[in-house]
């Protein structure tokens, strides 16, 4: 394992016409470990993958992966880089067997028993047709050629996305044993923060292409809170509050969403005519959604 980054983008941009998709870019994420790439829908991640990937070209900027510059990718670089998206896509006219031998000509590190051992946990029969398994087998037909790569950075979009609780258990279970014994670096993009809560490192929180937030996940879910109080009226003016990401009125009750704030936001409360404060832990999704969503402009990147 050695200390350069397996992502490095610097001041990266890439935009569509009229419409900024990877806003000034700098990301840098370290060996190692499994880091989780979050956001909403159009928030860049797959764009960012184009480029790391070397199949979109930046307009600014630059972008490096495994020390190599992305647009200038050699087939033993590709080599070192495992791939697996949400559609999984394999020629669906060809047996498994058949895709089977094409990948393993195409890769000096081929592993043969990685790709039995992941493959293993599926119902997959080699002599079926890609277009005859399920969308789990799919998945996990996907991730066992991946990481029969001997990968140094296994990058996962959405890989998950529509499978069973079943299918979804088996992949994530395949990719942490794999992680684990061989050492790879894991970059995971998922919408499901269950999922995130479970396998993820680093957190990297991404919205309209710019980089709001990175540390591990329990680090973000310490930095907010909820606060639950009894208000007479409408409570303070929203735009006093400090760290506000969201309010909810439930039963007569405010529920305040701040980030980056202590005890003090109870005496906040206090002099606003608080009658009762209570403060409760918030869940990594209730914590992004309320990050994502807040009513305060947020630096770029804490």
């Known amino acids: 394992m050695t200390d350069t980054p397996v992502i490095d983008t610097r001041q990266l941009v890439v935009r569509y016409s009229d419409k900024l998709a990877i806003d000034h870019l700098d990301l840098r994420l370290e ?14 991640k797959s764009t960012l993958f184009r480029v790391l990937l070397g199949f979109q070209k930046p307009s600014l900027g630059s972008a490096s992966i495994l020390g190599c510059d992305s647009q200038s990718l050699s087939p033993a670089d590709r080599g070192r880089i495992g791939f697996v998206n949400e559609e999984h896509t394999l020629p ?9 031998h094409m990948q393993r000509r195409h890769y000096a590190r ?30 996990g037909l996907n991730l066992a050629l991946a990481l029969a790569q001997s990968p140094e950075l296994l990058i996962l979009d959405e890989p998950t996305l529509g499978l069973d609780v079943v299918a979804k258990r088996a992949f994530l279970e395949s990719m942490l044993y794999s992680q684990e014994r ?8 998922s919408h499901q923060m269950d999922e995130v809560e479970r396998v993820a490192d680093n957190l990297v929180i991404m919205e309209r292409g710019a980089l709001r937030h990175v540390s591990p996940p329990e680090e973000f879910c310490a930095r ?24 909810h009125r439930i039963d007569g009750l405010h529920h305040y969403l701040v980030f980056d704030q202590g005890d003090s936001f109870a005496a906040f409360l206090r002099e606003h005519g608080a009658r009762s404060i209570e403060r409760m832990p918030v869940g990594l999704d209730s914590a992004i959604n309320g990050f994502l969503s807040r009513h305060h402009a947020m630096p770029k990147a804490a």
């Open 31 to 44: 060996p190692g470990s499994v880091h989780a790439i979050v956001g909403a829908n159009g928030a860049g």
């Open 224 to 247: 907010v809170a909820c606060w639950i109080a009894e208000m007479p009226f409408r409570g303070p003016d929203p735009a006093l509050i400090p760290g506000l990401l969201r309010i």
């Open 110 to 139: 081929w592993n043969q028993a990685a790709y039995d051992e992941v493959s293993g946990h599926y119902n997959i029969v080699p002599k079926q047709k890609v277009g005859q398994l399920s969308r789990g087998e799919r998945a």
């Open 182 to 189: 061989e050492n790879c670096t894991v970059v995971y993009c």
């Open 92 to 100: 669906p006219w060809m047996a498994v067997r058949d895709v089977l």
